[in-house]
């Protein structure tokens, strides 16, 4: 056996453990996700936002871990996704929020079709240059084979003040001529994995 035959060996091998690896990964289904929040102004009106563009995966061993490019932000008003970008989030700056956690894999093996369990979990949250830990519960639910749900049983509170986002609601409120807007915002997510 010649070395450069060898090294062609390895190489697939390589090539094929690389391939497992990924394959055995979850990957999320941006078509089939959202992250939504409520913005609430002038103490009473509600408006229901998202984010287009999502990615993310649960590896096998349960660390999950969603990345929300904050450019892709929708509230319906092209003018006011553009402020959202510059005067909020400061896309330029931070271009993506990071949402990690760990799933109970061990259950989601064991799952049968249509089985649910809730799960409290600590999600770390990495927003505008701040981290911050946020106590919550999620529902996961196997929905096929290669086909897995989570989603939160109830809306997060996330404070823009925690994330140095009060400066920016702040801008958004004088710009817009509004006597307020909330900086405690509701949060939901719902997500698809699929393998």
């Known amino acids: 056996m010649t070395m450069r035959f060898l090294r062609k060996i390895l190489l697939i091998l390589a090539l094929a453990t690389v391939a497992t690896a990924v394959s055995a990964q979850w990957q999320l289904n941006n078509d089939e996700s959202s ?45 006011r996704d553009e402020r959202m970008q510059s005067m909020l989030f400061q896309v330029t700056r931070f271009p993506e929020a990071t949402v990690s956690t760990v799933v109970d ?15 409290p979990v600590k999600l770390r949250l990495s927003l505008h240059g701040e ?11 196997r929905l096929g084979e ?12 996330i404070n823009a003040d ?3 986002l009060g400066k920016g609601v702040e801008k958004l409120r004088e710009v817009a001529k509004l006597p307020s807007i909330s900086t405690a915002v509701p949060v939901t997510i719902d997500l698809l994995f699929e393998k």
């Not at 939504?36 to 103490?43: E, F, G, L, P, R």
């Not at 894999?105 to 799960?119: I, T, Y």
């Not at 290669?146 to 509170?157: Q, W």
Request: aromatic share 6%; proline share 2%; hydrophobic share 45%.
């Open 162 to 164: 925690d994330f140095s």
């Open 35 to 79: 992250v939504d929040y409520v913005s609430i102004k002038k103490s009473e009106a509600g408006e229901l936002n998202t984010f287009g563009k999502l990615k993310g995966v649960i590896e096998q061993n349960g660390t999950a871990t969603v990345i929300i490019s904050l450019a892709s932000v929708e509230t319906k008003i092209p003018i």
């Open 131 to 141: 981290e911050q830990e946020i106590e919550t519960e999620l529902r996961v639910v």
């Open 105 to 119: 894999f061990a259950r989601v093996k064991v799952m049968k079709l249509g089985e649910s369990f809730v799960q």
């Open 146 to 157: 290669n086909r897995l749900l989570v989603s939160t049983i109830r809306p997060m509170i």
